[in-house]
């Protein structure tokens, strides 16, 4: 495998090498290519500055394919990564409000969360990551204002993981795109990168400084180790009836609307578009190991009828139960 020349030593660098060899590939000038056998397009990693670079996603794969969302890979310092999705998928939808195609939402996570993914086949995933350290946010901003400051000692020393999520409007999303764009060029100009760079992170941390503090570490993380329990709690009842959520709400000692809230930024989908995904998921699991019958399957799942089965798994997997062959899924870290 090549040798990383901007990367190699920096904290991104681990992380990078290994996504090359779960994908079966090879880093040229910082870029990993998607072999042919599994799908198409790139992905990027570009150190900007030292503790400070921009990851850009631009792919589709063959199959269904489960990653590791957030982590790095070996576990490094901590780090935060700044998020756009730019192909309008369920992760950047909010159904708390009715969304604009204009805006954007982005997210902020720690680097210490572990969250699992999906990426469907054929699927375009395009997405920019621009991460950096506790230490690059500390000489860059901490003494920008006293407001920042307090904000960067919130993010770099507690000891709770961070999510964050804010809306960015069209002038965003503008520059975002166009950072895609020239991240989609064989031949680029960093300046460009940088800059683009520093302008989302730039207004995106004002946005913060704008809010109120207690609404921060609320949104943040208050309620992360909670949901993560939910979850538990849901994945319990994948082959039986979602539990009721106002019951839940009471069970956790939460607001029915601050369960759903959170739920929908830990987890990126509302609880029933959640429990749906996982009871097909639990249901293809079932059919691959070949020990139980689709009608069986069905039952199980609470199906009546084993065409409402077939239907509702062929929108989730582009195949009738029937037709599906036994294949494993790709594991890869993003």
Known sequence: MPILNK?????FAAYFSNLAQKLGSEITDDTIDIPSSIGSGY???ILLEENFCVRYFNLSFKNDTSFDLFTEFPEPELMYKLIFNLDNGDSIKDD????NSNQLKVLLYSTDIIRKGLIRKNEDFRRIIIIFTTEWLIENYAE?????DSLV????????STIITENFDTQNRFIATQLANELDRKIYAQIHLKTASFILLNDFLNKLVQRNRQDILSDQTLHYETMTKVEEKIMQSINQKLPNLDQLAIEFNL???TLKRHFRIVYGKNIYQYYQEKRMEWGKVQLEKGDTTISEIATQLGFYKINNF???FKKYFGVLPRELKHKNFIHINT
């Open 7 to 11: 990367l190699d030593g920096s904290p």
């Open 43 to 45: 992905i990027k990693n």
């Open 96 to 99: 708390s409000t009715d969304f």
């Open 144 to 148: 920008a204002s006293i407001k920042m």
């Open 153 to 160: 000692q919130d993010l770099s020393t507690k000891n709770k």
């Open 255 to 257: 607001s029915l609307s």
């Open 310 to 312: 077939s239907i509702a």
